[in-house]
Protein backbone atom coordinates (compact mmCIF):
# COMPACT_ATOMS: atom_id res chain seq x y z
CA UNK A 1 0.00 0.00 0.00
CA UNK A 2 2.75 2.07 0.05
CA UNK A 3 2.31 4.38 -3.01
CA UNK A 4 1.18 7.75 -4.12
CA UNK A 5 -1.41 5.97 -6.43
CA UNK A 6 -2.98 4.52 -3.34
CA UNK A 7 -3.07 7.59 -1.37
CA UNK A 8 -4.79 9.95 -4.32
CA UNK A 9 -7.16 6.82 -4.78
CA UNK A 10 -8.32 7.67 -1.31
CA UNK A 11 -8.57 11.35 -1.71
CA UNK A 12 -10.47 11.05 -4.99
CA UNK A 13 -12.91 8.53 -3.47
CA UNK A 14 -13.13 11.58 -0.75
CA UNK A 15 -13.52 14.24 -3.37
CA UNK A 16 -16.06 12.17 -5.93
CA UNK A 17 -18.45 11.68 -2.88
CA UNK A 18 -18.21 15.60 -1.66
CA UNK A 19 -19.05 16.01 -5.37
CA UNK A 20 -21.99 14.08 -5.15
CA UNK A 21 -22.92 15.21 -2.25
CA UNK A 22 -22.70 18.75 -3.56
CA UNK A 23 -24.68 18.02 -6.81
CA UNK A 24 -27.42 16.51 -4.88
CA UNK A 25 -28.12 18.80 -2.44
CA UNK A 26 -28.15 21.35 -5.60
CA UNK A 27 -30.26 19.40 -7.92
CA UNK A 28 -33.07 18.74 -5.27
CA UNK A 29 -33.12 21.90 -4.24
CA UNK A 30 -34.58 23.31 -7.75
CA UNK A 31 -37.83 25.24 -6.89
CA UNK A 32 -39.69 23.38 -10.13
CA UNK A 33 -38.71 20.31 -7.56
CA UNK A 34 -41.18 20.88 -5.24
CA UNK A 35 -43.84 20.20 -7.77
CA UNK A 36 -43.23 16.64 -7.03
CA UNK A 37 -45.80 14.69 -5.37
CA UNK A 38 -43.76 12.87 -3.42
CA UNK A 39 -40.25 13.63 -1.08
CA UNK A 40 -38.11 12.00 -3.10
CA UNK A 41 -36.49 15.33 -4.51
CA UNK A 42 -36.42 16.59 -0.33
CA UNK A 43 -34.72 13.51 1.06
CA UNK A 44 -32.48 13.78 -1.93
CA UNK A 45 -31.04 16.83 -0.76
CA UNK A 46 -30.81 16.06 2.37
CA UNK A 47 -28.95 13.13 1.80
CA UNK A 48 -26.84 15.53 -0.66
CA UNK A 49 -26.30 18.43 2.30
CA UNK A 50 -25.35 15.75 5.41
CA UNK A 51 -22.94 13.88 2.27
CA UNK A 52 -20.99 17.50 1.18
CA UNK A 53 -20.66 18.46 4.23
CA UNK A 54 -18.74 15.30 6.27
CA UNK A 55 -16.47 14.22 2.75
CA UNK A 56 -15.55 18.02 3.02
CA UNK A 57 -14.84 18.16 6.56
CA UNK A 58 -12.20 15.56 6.08
CA UNK A 59 -9.76 17.36 4.76
CA UNK A 60 -10.77 20.47 7.03
CA UNK A 61 -8.57 22.13 10.08
CA UNK A 62 -11.50 23.37 12.61
CA UNK A 63 -11.06 26.70 13.72
CA UNK A 64 -10.55 27.05 17.55
CA UNK A 65 -13.89 28.93 18.06
CA UNK A 66 -12.75 30.89 21.52
CA UNK A 67 -14.10 34.40 20.16
CA UNK A 68 -13.88 35.62 23.92
CA UNK A 69 -14.86 34.84 27.28
CA UNK A 70 -16.69 36.24 30.89
CA UNK A 71 -14.05 37.77 33.01
CA UNK A 72 -14.29 38.75 36.61
CA UNK A 73 -14.99 42.31 35.90
CA UNK A 74 -18.47 41.62 34.29
CA UNK A 75 -16.94 42.17 30.67
CA UNK A 76 -16.23 39.44 28.05
CA UNK A 77 -12.63 39.38 26.96
CA UNK A 78 -11.64 38.97 22.91
CA UNK A 79 -10.06 35.63 23.11
CA UNK A 80 -6.61 35.76 20.21
CA UNK A 81 -4.50 32.90 19.52
CA UNK A 82 -1.05 33.63 19.36
CA UNK A 83 2.29 31.36 18.33
CA UNK A 84 5.16 31.44 20.62
CA UNK A 85 7.48 28.54 19.24
CA UNK A 86 6.80 27.96 15.38
CA UNK A 87 8.17 24.41 14.48
CA UNK A 88 8.08 22.25 11.06
CA UNK A 89 5.78 19.54 12.59
CA UNK A 90 4.26 21.66 15.40
CA UNK A 91 3.55 25.08 17.59
CA UNK A 92 3.46 25.83 20.94
CA UNK A 93 0.42 28.51 20.92
CA UNK A 94 -0.64 30.93 23.75
CA UNK A 95 -4.68 31.73 24.19
CA UNK A 96 -4.50 35.31 24.86
CA UNK A 97 -7.42 36.99 26.70
CA UNK A 98 -7.01 40.76 25.73
CA UNK A 99 -7.51 43.16 28.64
CA UNK A 100 -6.49 40.86 31.29
CA UNK A 101 -3.42 40.29 33.08
CA UNK A 102 -0.88 37.65 33.57
CA UNK A 103 -2.93 34.79 35.14
CA UNK A 104 -1.29 32.68 38.78
CA UNK A 105 -2.14 29.48 37.17
CA UNK A 106 -0.49 28.95 34.05
CA UNK A 107 -1.37 25.68 32.11
CA UNK A 108 0.65 23.84 29.33
CA UNK A 109 -2.11 21.54 27.53
CA UNK A 110 0.06 18.44 25.52
CA UNK A 111 -2.45 17.92 22.82
CA UNK A 112 -2.68 14.19 21.55
CA UNK A 113 -1.34 13.36 17.46
CA UNK A 114 -3.50 10.42 17.22
CA UNK A 115 -5.28 11.69 13.96
CA UNK A 116 -7.60 14.76 15.29
CA UNK A 117 -5.96 18.01 15.66
CA UNK A 118 -5.35 19.70 18.43
CA UNK A 119 -8.87 21.31 18.70
CA UNK A 120 -10.17 17.79 19.75
CA UNK A 121 -8.91 19.84 23.25
CA UNK A 122 -11.47 22.95 22.24
CA UNK A 123 -13.67 22.45 25.34
CA UNK A 124 -10.94 21.74 27.63
CA UNK A 125 -8.98 25.03 26.83
CA UNK A 126 -12.69 26.83 26.83
CA UNK A 127 -13.21 25.70 30.54
CA UNK A 128 -9.53 26.60 31.87
CA UNK A 129 -9.28 29.81 30.44
CA UNK A 130 -11.90 31.61 33.01
CA UNK A 131 -9.11 30.42 35.52
CA UNK A 132 -5.96 29.89 33.48
CA UNK A 133 -3.44 31.18 31.05
CA UNK A 134 -3.49 28.18 28.42
CA UNK A 135 -0.77 26.93 25.82
CA UNK A 136 -1.44 23.74 23.43
CA UNK A 137 0.50 22.25 21.10
CA UNK A 138 -0.58 22.48 17.52
CA UNK A 139 0.56 19.75 16.11
CA UNK A 140 0.56 19.94 11.89
CA UNK A 141 -1.15 17.88 9.60
CA UNK A 142 2.27 15.60 7.92
CA UNK A 143 0.89 15.96 4.02
CA UNK A 144 1.80 19.32 4.69
CA UNK A 145 4.99 19.09 6.05
CA UNK A 146 8.01 18.74 2.54
CA UNK A 147 10.11 15.77 3.21
CA UNK A 148 12.74 18.14 3.09
CA UNK A 149 11.92 19.06 6.82
CA UNK A 150 12.99 15.26 7.50
CA UNK A 151 11.90 12.81 9.80
CA UNK A 152 9.20 13.13 13.35
CA UNK A 153 9.35 10.11 15.60
CA UNK A 154 8.32 9.60 19.52
CA UNK A 155 11.75 10.93 20.30
CA UNK A 156 11.48 13.70 18.21
CA UNK A 157 8.55 14.64 19.86
CA UNK A 158 9.36 14.47 23.02
CA UNK A 159 12.10 16.78 22.09
CA UNK A 160 9.47 19.22 21.07
CA UNK A 161 8.03 19.00 24.32
CA UNK A 162 11.21 19.07 26.18
CA UNK A 163 11.72 22.99 24.14
CA UNK A 164 8.53 23.83 25.04
CA UNK A 165 8.29 23.01 28.34
CA UNK A 166 11.61 25.13 28.61
CA UNK A 167 10.31 28.04 27.00
CA UNK A 168 7.34 28.56 29.63
CA UNK A 169 9.75 28.24 32.55
CA UNK A 170 9.35 26.10 35.60
CA UNK A 171 5.97 27.82 36.63
CA UNK A 172 4.28 26.12 34.22
CA UNK A 173 2.25 23.21 35.25
CA UNK A 174 1.81 20.74 31.87
CA UNK A 175 -2.00 18.26 31.70
CA UNK A 176 -0.77 15.53 28.88
CA UNK A 177 -4.13 14.35 27.44
CA UNK A 178 -4.39 10.74 26.29
CA UNK A 179 -1.40 9.51 23.51
CA UNK A 180 1.41 11.76 24.90
CA UNK A 181 1.55 11.45 28.51
CA UNK A 182 3.83 9.03 28.31
CA UNK A 183 5.74 10.86 26.50
CA UNK A 184 4.84 13.92 28.67
CA UNK A 185 5.98 11.73 31.60
CA UNK A 186 9.51 11.05 29.80
CA UNK A 187 10.49 14.39 28.43
CA UNK A 188 9.90 15.98 32.29
CA UNK A 189 12.40 13.08 33.37
CA UNK A 190 14.71 14.18 30.28
CA UNK A 191 14.45 17.71 32.00
CA UNK A 192 15.15 16.26 35.97
CA UNK A 193 18.00 14.94 34.28
CA UNK A 194 19.91 17.72 32.06
CA UNK A 195 18.29 20.94 33.12
CA UNK A 196 16.28 20.47 36.43
CA UNK A 197 15.27 24.22 36.84
CA UNK A 198 13.41 24.37 34.00
CA UNK A 199 10.98 21.27 34.76
CA UNK A 200 6.96 22.06 35.03
CA UNK A 201 5.48 22.80 38.08
CA UNK A 202 2.92 20.28 38.15
CA UNK A 203 2.25 17.30 35.71
CA UNK A 204 -1.28 15.80 35.35
CA UNK A 205 -1.59 12.76 32.86
CA UNK A 206 -4.69 12.12 32.18
CA UNK A 207 -6.19 8.92 30.32
CA UNK A 208 -2.55 7.91 29.12
CA UNK A 209 -0.88 4.38 28.01
CA UNK A 210 1.71 4.75 30.74
CA UNK A 211 1.90 1.00 31.13
CA UNK A 212 -0.43 -0.80 28.09
CA UNK A 213 -0.10 -3.85 29.47
CA UNK A 214 -1.81 -2.81 33.19
CA UNK A 215 -4.82 -3.62 31.38
CA UNK A 216 -6.16 -5.11 28.10
CA UNK A 217 -8.51 -3.01 25.82
CA UNK A 218 -9.18 -3.29 21.83
CA UNK A 219 -6.01 -0.76 21.36
CA UNK A 220 -3.61 -3.01 23.04
CA UNK A 221 -5.08 -6.11 22.05
CA UNK A 222 -4.59 -5.09 18.18
CA UNK A 223 -1.08 -4.04 19.16
CA UNK A 224 -0.19 -7.38 20.05
CA UNK A 225 -1.97 -9.06 17.27
CA UNK A 226 0.16 -7.59 14.84
CA UNK A 227 3.69 -7.52 13.53
CA UNK A 228 5.31 -4.13 12.77
CA UNK A 229 5.76 -5.56 8.84
CA UNK A 230 2.61 -6.20 8.56
CA UNK A 231 1.18 -2.61 10.52
CA UNK A 232 3.69 -1.07 7.92
CA UNK A 233 2.28 -2.76 5.26
CA UNK A 234 -2.00 -1.91 5.82
CA UNK A 235 -1.28 1.66 7.34
CA UNK A 236 1.90 3.18 5.55
CA UNK A 237 1.09 5.61 2.30
CA UNK A 238 3.20 8.14 0.06
CA UNK A 239 1.43 11.63 0.42
CA UNK A 240 -0.05 12.12 -3.07
CA UNK A 241 1.09 15.08 -5.36
CA UNK A 242 -1.73 17.37 -4.77
CA UNK A 243 0.13 18.67 -1.22
CA UNK A 244 3.28 20.03 0.06
CA UNK A 245 4.58 17.01 1.85
CA UNK A 246 4.37 14.71 -1.65
CA UNK A 247 6.03 11.40 -0.95
CA UNK A 248 6.32 11.60 2.60
CA UNK A 249 5.86 8.37 4.24
CA UNK A 250 2.76 8.69 6.50
CA UNK A 251 -0.38 6.98 8.26
CA UNK A 252 -2.98 8.87 6.40
CA UNK A 253 -6.00 10.64 8.12
CA UNK A 254 -8.71 8.72 6.14
CA UNK A 255 -7.18 5.54 6.56
CA UNK A 256 -7.59 6.23 10.53
CA UNK A 257 -10.56 7.33 9.99
CA UNK A 258 -12.00 4.75 8.44
CA UNK A 259 -10.83 2.51 11.65
CA UNK A 260 -12.32 4.94 14.11
CA UNK A 261 -16.03 4.61 12.48
CA UNK A 262 -15.66 0.89 11.53
CA UNK A 263 -15.43 0.38 15.16
CA UNK A 264 -19.10 1.25 15.86
CA UNK A 265 -20.18 1.33 12.20
CA UNK A 266 -23.71 0.92 13.90
CA UNK A 267 -23.69 3.72 15.42
CA UNK A 268 -22.12 5.82 12.93
CA UNK A 269 -25.01 4.63 10.32
CA UNK A 270 -27.79 5.32 12.50
CA UNK A 271 -26.34 9.33 13.35
CA UNK A 272 -26.03 9.93 9.60
CA UNK A 273 -29.56 8.71 8.78
CA UNK A 274 -31.08 10.48 11.68
CA UNK A 275 -29.48 13.60 10.62
CA UNK A 276 -30.78 13.33 7.26
CA UNK A 277 -33.92 13.20 8.37
CA UNK A 278 -33.79 16.07 10.15
CA UNK A 279 -32.20 18.41 7.57
CA UNK A 280 -35.40 17.05 5.39
CA UNK A 281 -38.16 17.84 8.11
CA UNK A 282 -36.09 21.42 8.75
CA UNK A 283 -34.77 20.73 11.87
CA UNK A 284 -31.42 20.89 11.60
CA UNK A 285 -28.91 23.87 12.30
CA UNK A 286 -25.50 24.38 10.87
CA UNK A 287 -24.43 24.21 15.02
CA UNK A 288 -26.75 21.45 15.88
CA UNK A 289 -25.82 19.05 18.01
CA UNK A 290 -24.78 16.13 15.27
CA UNK A 291 -22.61 18.74 13.72
CA UNK A 292 -20.48 20.20 16.51
CA UNK A 293 -19.63 16.42 17.04
CA UNK A 294 -18.82 15.03 13.60
CA UNK A 295 -17.39 18.45 12.69
CA UNK A 296 -14.44 17.59 14.83
CA UNK A 297 -14.81 13.68 14.42
CA UNK A 298 -14.58 14.22 11.01
CA UNK A 299 -11.50 16.42 10.71
CA UNK A 300 -8.88 14.12 10.80
CA UNK A 301 -4.64 14.82 9.98
CA UNK A 302 -2.24 12.64 8.57
CA UNK A 303 0.78 11.70 10.94
CA UNK A 304 4.28 10.78 9.97
CA UNK A 305 4.72 7.05 9.71
CA UNK A 306 8.40 7.32 11.73
CA UNK A 307 5.63 8.67 14.59
CA UNK A 308 3.17 6.01 14.17
CA UNK A 309 5.14 3.11 14.25
CA UNK A 310 7.85 4.12 16.74
CA UNK A 311 4.81 5.13 18.72
CA UNK A 312 3.14 1.15 18.55
CA UNK A 313 6.32 -0.79 18.94
CA UNK A 314 8.35 1.75 21.31
CA UNK A 315 5.53 2.33 23.98
CA UNK A 316 2.79 -0.66 23.32
CA UNK A 317 4.78 -3.68 22.29
CA UNK A 318 8.17 -3.04 23.80
CA UNK A 319 6.61 -0.68 26.73
CA UNK A 320 10.17 1.09 26.70
CA UNK A 321 8.10 3.61 29.12
CA UNK A 322 6.96 1.17 31.34
CA UNK A 323 9.87 -0.48 31.68
CA UNK A 324 11.68 3.02 32.71
CA UNK A 325 13.91 2.05 29.51
CA UNK A 326 12.92 4.69 26.60
CA UNK A 327 15.93 6.44 24.85
CA UNK A 328 16.13 10.02 23.56
CA UNK A 329 18.74 11.42 21.39
CA UNK A 330 21.21 8.43 22.59
CA UNK A 331 20.24 9.53 26.61
CA UNK A 332 18.55 6.81 28.75
CA UNK A 333 15.82 7.98 30.46
CA UNK A 334 15.27 7.54 34.38
CA UNK A 335 11.45 8.73 35.54
CA UNK A 336 13.10 8.20 38.88
CA UNK A 337 15.00 10.91 38.80
CA UNK A 338 11.73 13.29 38.55
CA UNK A 339 12.30 14.78 42.54
CA UNK A 340 10.74 18.15 42.47
CA UNK A 341 7.76 17.77 40.17
CA UNK A 342 4.39 17.10 41.75
CA UNK A 343 2.55 14.54 39.45
CA UNK A 344 -0.93 13.74 38.73
CA UNK A 345 -2.96 10.66 37.14
CA UNK A 346 -6.44 10.88 35.83
CA UNK A 347 -8.16 8.04 34.73
CA UNK A 348 -11.83 6.79 33.47
CA UNK A 349 -13.79 3.88 34.74
CA UNK A 350 -15.38 3.25 31.73
CA UNK A 351 -12.79 4.20 29.64
CA UNK A 352 -12.23 1.68 26.92
CA UNK A 353 -9.47 2.93 25.32
CA UNK A 354 -6.93 3.77 27.88
CA UNK A 355 -8.46 1.45 30.56
CA UNK A 356 -7.87 1.85 34.40
CA UNK A 357 -4.45 1.27 35.46
CA UNK A 358 -2.73 1.67 32.01
CA UNK A 359 -2.31 5.94 33.64
CA UNK A 360 -1.94 5.56 37.03
CA UNK A 361 1.23 3.06 36.89
CA UNK A 362 3.20 6.11 36.01
CA UNK A 363 2.93 6.77 40.13
CA UNK A 364 5.00 3.56 40.44
CA UNK A 365 7.83 5.28 37.74
CA UNK A 366 8.21 7.92 40.18
CA UNK A 367 10.57 6.13 42.38
CA UNK A 368 12.17 8.89 43.78
CA UNK A 369 9.00 11.76 44.63
CA UNK A 370 7.79 11.88 47.95
CA UNK A 371 4.64 10.16 48.26
CA UNK A 372 3.10 13.84 49.04
CA UNK A 373 3.95 15.00 45.59
CA UNK A 374 1.54 12.10 44.22
CA UNK A 375 -1.65 11.83 43.40
CA UNK A 376 -4.77 9.87 41.72
CA UNK A 377 -8.36 10.16 40.32
CA UNK A 378 -10.47 7.46 39.16
CA UNK A 379 -13.84 9.12 37.79
CA UNK A 380 -16.52 6.83 38.43
CA UNK A 381 -18.65 6.18 34.76
CA UNK A 382 -16.51 8.01 33.08
CA UNK A 383 -15.50 6.98 29.57
CA UNK A 384 -12.00 7.85 27.53
CA UNK A 385 -14.05 11.62 26.33
CA UNK A 386 -15.34 12.11 29.71
CA UNK A 387 -11.97 12.41 31.53
CA UNK A 388 -10.89 15.47 29.36
CA UNK A 389 -13.86 17.32 28.17
CA UNK A 390 -17.43 15.84 28.72
CA UNK A 391 -19.23 16.28 31.87
CA UNK A 392 -16.88 14.43 34.47
CA UNK A 393 -14.45 17.18 33.22
CA UNK A 394 -16.69 19.89 33.82
CA UNK A 395 -18.33 18.81 37.44
CA UNK A 396 -15.82 16.39 39.13
CA UNK A 397 -12.13 16.28 37.09
CA UNK A 398 -11.02 20.46 36.75
CA UNK A 399 -11.81 21.71 39.99
CA UNK A 400 -9.48 19.00 41.37
CA UNK A 401 -7.34 19.69 38.88
CA UNK A 402 -7.27 23.04 39.39
CA UNK A 403 -6.83 22.22 43.44
CA UNK A 404 -4.18 20.09 42.56
CA UNK A 405 -2.16 22.95 40.62
CA UNK A 406 -2.64 25.51 43.60
CA UNK A 407 -1.52 22.70 46.37
CA UNK A 408 1.34 22.47 44.68
CA UNK A 409 1.82 26.18 43.45
CA UNK A 410 5.05 27.70 43.63
CA UNK A 411 7.14 24.78 45.39
CA UNK A 412 9.51 23.77 42.22
CA UNK A 413 9.67 27.21 40.86
CA UNK A 414 11.23 28.75 44.21
CA UNK A 415 13.33 25.94 44.25
CA UNK A 416 13.98 26.32 40.41
CA UNK A 417 14.68 29.93 41.42
CA UNK A 418 16.87 29.17 44.30
CA UNK A 419 19.25 27.14 42.15
CA UNK A 420 19.58 29.71 39.33
CA UNK A 421 20.92 32.68 41.92
CA UNK A 422 23.18 30.02 43.42
CA UNK A 423 24.65 29.06 40.16
CA UNK A 424 24.94 32.65 38.89
CA UNK A 425 26.73 33.58 42.45
CA UNK A 426 29.01 30.67 41.93
CA UNK A 427 29.77 31.94 38.87
Keep these: MRYMATYDLMETIRNTNQWLGATASAMGSYPATSLFPGPFFQMMAAWGEVTERSFHRMICKPDWGIDSIPGTDGRDHVVSVRKLV ?242 VNGHKIDIGKITDVAVKTVEGEADDITAPGQCVAALELCTGLPEDKKASHREPGAGHYGIFAGKSWRRNIRPLVLEFIDANKGRHAAQAAKKKKARLKAV
Design 86 to 327: ERPFGDLIHFHVNDRGPMERRVFLVAPMSGHYATLLRSTVKSLLPDCDVYVTDWHNARDIPVSEGKFDVEDYTLYLVDFMKHLGPDINVLAVCQPAPLTLAATAYLAEIDPEAQPQTLTLIGGPINPDAAATDVTDFGARVTMGQLEEMAIQRVGFKYKGAGRMVYPGLLQLAGFMSMNAENHSKAFADQMMRVAKGEASDHDKHNKFYDEYLAVMDMTAEFYLSTVERVFKNLEIARNEFV
